[in-house]
């Protein structure tokens, strides 16, 4: 179980390296770059930095490389931003998360027909523009009902 500390320094970590990478890393390689999530091991000397990278692989390889490259100069900028004992450590990690949901969205769109895009649990309006699903016993009984 993470505990609320490691939550909070998980977000501040998050926090510094997403600003700085954002307004001060100046490595050409380290473009496109989303912070999905940080994990600060329990004694806080460590820090995995989870990154979603837009491009191909050669792309996110040289961007992965950059950011390993600026280690330290973040970690620097997290002692400054952050007050703790220690600072953490660094270490990047690619995260296919947010790129597989884009391929799997774009693969549902090409599958699907235009115009076919709600679930099969969703009830469909009939020809008269209510829904074709019978309504719930209460709601249909008009002595139940008021026209007040």
């Keep these: 179980m993470t505990s609320r500390r490691l939550l909070k320094m998980g977000e501040a970590v998050r926090k510094a390296v997403g600003s700085a990478i954002y307004q001060e890393v100046q490595d050409p ?3 496109n770059v989303t912070i999905t999530k940080v994990e600060v091991a329990p004694d806080m000397r460590t820090a995995k930095v989870h990154v979603s990278i ?3 692989e050669q792309q996110e390889q040289r961007c992965l490389q950059g950011l390993k490259n600026a280690a330290g100069f973040l970690q620097s900028k997290i002692a400054r931003q952050v007050e703790t004992r220690y600072t ?6 690619l995260d296919k998360g947010i790129k597989n949901s884009l391929e799997v969205a774009k693969i549902l769109r090409e599958v699907l027909p ?3 895009t709600s679930s ?3 009830p469909e309006p009939s020809e008269e523009g ?7 016993s209460d709601l249909s009984d008009p002595e139940t009902t008021s026209d007040d």
Aim: glycine letters at 8%; zero cysteines; hydrophobic letters at 25%.
């Design 29 to 31: 390689r380290v473009r």
């Design 130 to 136: 209510t829904l074709s699903e019978e309504p719930s």
């Design 120 to 122: 099969e649990n969703d």
């Design 54 to 56: 837009m491009g191909d």
């Design 88 to 93: 953490p450590r660094l270490e990047f990690v």
């Design 114 to 116: 235009q115009g076919e």
